[in-house]
């Protein structure tokens, strides 16, 4: 599970991320924030 995961924001920051306008205005961004904590904790 946390695979698939890890996985799913990956391919977000790779391929939808960069078509979209920047609208995140949090450091670090959530979808960083999201590989840290699910790596960290599970």
């Known amino acids: 599970m946390k695979w698939l ?7 977000y920051r790779k391929y939808i991320s960069p078509n979209t306008p920047p609208s995140c205005r949090f450091h670090p961004t ?6 840290t904590a699910i790596s960290r904790f599970g």
């Open 5 to 11: 995961l890890l996985k799913i924001i990956q391919f």
């Open 30 to 35: 959530c979808s960083e924030y999201g590989l």
